[in-house]
């Protein structure tokens, strides 16, 4: 079992930046790809990005490409999603996910993340 905790969300204004956090405990954290999912009301969650166990390999949705920078402290057991020039339709909670299974070259699908975290609220004012 892998247990995730995400903190860092908040309310800021269009154009400023939110640094997200998710703690990991229970298996070794650096068996895992790890990834942010977003989901807005009434909207199916979604990709953001993605990192592999060893960080060299990350992946990002278009929307968030040249604005969101994902991260990893394997000693630390944390990833890390730093948002700039946030948007508006940034708005959403944010998930954080681990995956054992594509821990090399991790997947951009949402079911083939084993385990979540509980999200974190990111709203975005205009």
């Known amino acids: 079992q892998v247990q995730l905790v995400e903190s860092g969300g908040g309310l800021v204004q269009a154009g400023g930046s939110l640094r997200l956090s998710c703690a990991a405990s229970?298996?070794?954290?650096?068996?895992?790809?790890m990834a942010w999912f977003r989901q807005a009301p009434g909207k199916e969650r979604e990709f953001v990005a993605a990192?592999?166990?060893?960080?060299?390999?990350?992946y990002y949705a278009d929307s968030v490409k040249g604005r969101f920078t994902i991260s990893r402290d394997n000693a630390k057991n944390t990833v890390y999603l730093q948002m700039n020039s946030l948007k508006p339709e940034d708005t959403a909670v944010y998930y954080c996910?681990?995956?054992?299974?594509?821990?090399?070259?991790?997947?951009?699908?949402?079911?083939?993340?084993?385990?979540w975290g509980q999200g974190t609220q990111v709203t975005v004012s205009s």
């Open positions: 996910a681990a995956d054992y299974g594509s821990r090399s070259d991790p997947d951009r699908r949402a079911y083939a993340y084993d385990y």
């Open positions: 229970g298996r070794t954290f650096s068996d895992y790809a």
């Open positions: 990192i592999s166990w060893g960080g060299g390999v990350t």
